[in-house]
């Protein structure tokens, strides 16, 4: 019961700073999740769902998540070795929601230590995607009387974003805190006070982290969404097309069907390709965007140049329609320089 409503605590002091994130509407299933694993040597697999870890590796997540948001220092439960976190993703976490884990591996090493490993994809309200490989290496142990007193003033001061969760949650959370007065022989009021959290402080555990590390996992296919808008309407306001993913709405509301699309399908006139990358890219692969009548097929009309991919990447390519393309589809197919050659990533339709 102790560790269930510490957990939940800790769990809660994450969760108030996502509740203000919308969940994306982009489809990640664990399955796609565990493709961009495959052949990782360092990997050992053994899809353990997260709903069965005990309370201490539930707990070991809700501390990576703290230490991706720069709060580890704030929280008593958790001390951290300085030389073990290595983090290669700098996401900024605050604007990432975490959508999906895998844990590829869960065991107690001999020390009675315990290695966690996972694989943690977060979107954003555009709907980009951080893909990490994460791992914790960590220990349990009796809290100093220092700790314990930062504990019980931490338990009251997360106990008050308890209101802001749903009904459910509060009524969890309740309950928890009645059945642990009970069985210290409390008054069962249901309330964190200061007595109840100093009790509860005193059989606390510190999570002492050996090591906390992550890395960018890319993905061998990125998805992407595509836009083609006239050219006339983006040079009018190009400072309203031309800021990355904060334009995405304005970009939205000005795009070409495919039958719109067609309409302007006429020789001279030209249209603005914009292309946005919710994965990321490799950025030593550079792109390039070619329009062809088939899909995933190179043609002469290409981009000029190769782009030096960002994190998230939003190319914007304008393209002059040279001569009338008929009733012959249009495709964007977008190129990915491999070690000797591009390849094709993606293709859309745009008429």
């Known amino acids: 019961m102790k560790r269930t409503l510490s957990c939940l605590l800790l769990l809660v002091s994450v969760l108030i700073v996502c509740a203000c994130q919308s ?37 070991a997540i809700a501390a990576i998540e703290r230490g991706k ?21 700098t996401t900024d976490y605050q604007q990432f929601f975490r959508r999906n884990t895998i844990i590829m591996d869960f065991a107690i090493l001999p020390d009675g230590a315990y290695v966690q490993d996972m694989l943690t994809e977060s979107v954003d309200r555009f ?18 009387k220092s700790e314990a007193a930062a504990i019980a003033e931490s338990m009251i001061r997360t106990s008050r974003s308890v209101s802001y969760m749903d009904s459910a949650s509060r009524m969890r959370f309740k309950k928890s805190v009645v059945d642990f007065q009970r069985s210290h022989g409390l008054s069962a009021d249901g309330v964190m006070g200061m007595h109840t959290a100093k009790t509860m402080a005193r059989e606390e555990s510190v999570l002492d982290v050996q090591e906390m590390t992550n890395r960018i996992v890319l993905p061998e296919t990125p998805r992407t969404l595509l836009y083609a808008v006239p050219y006339e309407i983006v040079s009018r306001n190009p400072a ?15 795009a070409l069907t495919p039958d719109t699309f067609r309409k302007i399908d006429r020789t001279g006139q030209q249209f603005t390709i914009f292309l946005y990358f919710l994965d990321r890219i490799d950025p030593e692969r550079d792109i390039r965007i070619a329009l062809a009548s088939s899909e995933y097929r190179w043609s002469e009309i290409v981009t000029p140049s190769a782009y030096p991919p960002g994190e998230w990447p939003v190319l914007i390519e304008s393209f002059l329609i040279e001569e009338t393309m008929g009733a012959s589809p249009l495709y964007v197919n977008i190129f990915q320089k491999a070690k000797f050659a591009y390849t094709c990533i993606g293709s859309h339709r745009v008429k």
């Not at 040597?41 to 707990?59: C, F, I, M, Q, R």
């Not at 580890?72 to 983090?87: H, M, R, W």
């Open 240 to 254: 309203k097309f031309n800021n990355g993913f904060e334009s995405l709405e304005a970009v939205k509301a000005h």
């Open 69 to 89: 948001r720069g709060m580890l220092e704030a929280s008593p439960y958790i001390t951290v070795n300085p030389q073990g976190k290595k983090f290669e993703n």
């Open 23 to 59: 969940v994306s509407e982009i489809q990640g299933t664990l399955s796609e999740l565990k493709n961009r694993i495959a052949g990782e040597e360092s990997v050992a697999y053994h899809n353990v769902a997260p709903d069965t870890l005990p309370e201490v590796g539930k707990t």
């Open 127 to 144: 709907g980009r995607i951080d893909v990490s490989h994460e791992r914790i290496v960590y220990s349990l142990r009796e809290p100093t």
